[in-house]
């Protein structure tokens, strides 16, 4: 209950000036379950509960989300753990103004709560699992704080935006063993353009861009830290094309992503020497279809193809980490339940392959396949 009692507060002041204020409200909560096996015979599943809440008032509007999560591991060789708990809650106001000046703005405040789980102990590791695998593979982070500034102009048939933000990061015991933890901070910048073709037909391009602090942690005492890892800058640029029909629509989204070498600090005979990771390169296509039944139903479906290159040339670096592919399809129905309710079902399956891999910890090829399975309910009112 303890992401309940930081969202309270707000909430009531929410509700307060809404006796006067006109407020739509929306409200959000899906199940969904996550699983997964290997050809060397480990398994693993997750159950995930969240809970969205929006308001909007004129050009005001506000946002939490918080959630609940259980995660198992079966290793074929070692102990099963699980790991059941509340997730951060994740707060968000923004303030419109549009029509008043040359471009749109929009400006924005997130907040990420420490409501979920850290300090965790070394034997439950293992369930931070890969996020090609499950939903959650974070159960809790510190205090974060991220204000965002975004534009937006329309001329014609053009419609383009660009977007900045800055992520504070606050410092949390990651492990048992891992104490004061600082992720470091990030920058942000992305920019967008859209064509609009005809009212069928519209493509877009984009770009995100993130600049990484070093991340540290306390050595020695409480009150010395050390920087010891320095995340590669991300680089990020995709297009896409959608066309719309009056019975269905279709699109298609094509993005790479990019990283410099990240840099972290080795301890030897005392001294601390500086290496080079290198993350490979990441491809990603996306394939969707929507068909309108009737008013009510819509039916989905979608394929995702991922591909992540190997990070370097010769597997005999000790940081090799070879290729990764991975295909989806997944299929859905949405339902309008009343003229506030409407629901959502799906089911989605995997097969993934790995090649040989020596860092973090070295292991041969592997094959994946699993699933996804969901419902989710969506209230306005």
């Not at 410099?260 to 993350?279: C, M």
């Not at 399809?329 to 993934?352: D, N, Q």
């Amino acid at each position: 209950m303890k992401n309940f009692l930081f969202l309270l507060p707000i909430s009531l002041l929410i509700l307060n000036l809404g006796t006067g204020w006109a407020i739509d409200w929306n409200a959000q909560t899906l199940l969904n379950y996550d699983w997964w096996k290997d050809n060397s015979g480990n398994r693993g599943m997750q159950t995930y509960l969240p809970l969205r809440i929006e308001a909007r008032h004129q050009d005001f509007s506000f946002s939490a989300l918080t959630g609940y999560a259980y995660t198992q591991i079966n290793p074929h060789a070692g102990e099963t753990r699980s790991l059941s708990h509340l997730l951060d809650t994740k707060v968000n106001l923004s303030y419109e103004i549009l029509d008043k000046l040359p471009v749109d703005l929009l400006v924005g405040l997130d907040f990420n709560l420490p409501t979920g789980r850290t300090d965790l102990r070394q034997r439950d590791l293992p369930l931070l699992m890969d996020p090609d695998l499950i939903s959650i593979n974070t159960f809790g982070e510190g205090l974060n704080v991220n204000p965002t500034l975004s534009l937006a102009k329309q001329l014609g048939n053009w419609v383009g935006g660009i977007g900045v933000g800055y992520a504070w990061r606050g410092a949390y015991d990651f492990s048992t063993n891992f104490k004061g933890y600082h992720p470091g901070d990030i920058f942000n910048l992305k920019a967008e353009m859209r064509y609009y073709f005809s009212s069928q037909w519209n493509a877009r391009i984009f770009g995100k861009f993130a600049w990484y602090n070093e991340a540290r942690w306390k050595v020695l005492s409480p009150v010395t830290s050390l920087d010891f890892w320095k995340e590669g800058d991300f680089f990020n640029i995709g297009i896409g094309v959608n066309h719309n029909e009056k019975k269905w629509d279709a699109g298609l989204l094509l993005q790479g992503i990019f990283r410099d070498k990240g840099k972290f600090k080795l301890e030897t005979v005392g001294l601390f020497t500086e290496a080079d990771i290198k993350r490979g390169n990441e491809w990603l296509g996306d394939l969707y279809f929507r068909y309108l039944i009737d008013d009510k139903t819509t039916l989905k479906s979608y394929f995702e193809y991922l591909y992540k290159d190997q990070n370097y040339g010769s597997p005999t670096s000790p940081y090799f980490v070879g290729r990764r592919e991975k295909y989806s399809l997944g299929l859905g129905a949405t339902r309008v339940l009343s003229t506030s309710v409407e629901g959502e079902v799906y089911v989605k399956g995997f097969y993934m392959q790995e090649d040989e891999v020596l860092f973090p910890d070295p292991r041969g090829n592997r094959y994946y396949r699993g699933f996804s399975a969901g419902l989710q309910l969506i209230s306005r009112f």
